[in-house]
């Protein structure tokens, strides 16, 4: 018997999953900083913060959904990263990057629809 879509299920997963996705900008941050100085340790701390919150919010959407279909959604981290990119950190948005990214995505849709 499938499990009917629970909204709230898959909300909190791309919540967590968008939060996991700023703990690169949050290193990228830090690594910028001089070693041990204030701001290093804020943008580290934030980093380890975001990433205990998310294995623990982690830990509660694979009490409700597969793991096969839990991490398979992780791959939406390539589009947050590209965007946090730009918006933070100055990197730019390239042909290449969108059409790898959709590959990708193409590869997880054939993954997950593959048993269906």
């Not at 913060?49 to 959407?61: D, P, T």
Request: glycine share 8%.
């Amino acid at each position: 018997m499938k499990k009917r879509f629970d909204i709230k299920v898959y909300g909190l997963l791309h919540f967590i999953l968008f939060m996991y996705s700023l703990v690169g900008v949050f290193m990228k941050l830090a690594f910028q900083q001089e070693f041990l100085s204030f701001y290093f340790l804020l943008f580290a701390g934030l980093a380890v913060l975001v990433l205990g919150i998310y294995a623990l919010l982690w830990q509660q959407v694979l009490k409700k959904l597969p793991l096969t279909v839990a991490f398979t959604n992780k791959a939406i981290c390539i589009a947050w990263g590209m965007l946090w990119g730009a918006l933070f950190l100055g990197d730019s948005i390239t042909w290449y990057k969108i059409v790898g990214s959709l590959i990708v995505f193409a590869g997880v849709v054939l993954v997950v629809t593959s048993n269906e």
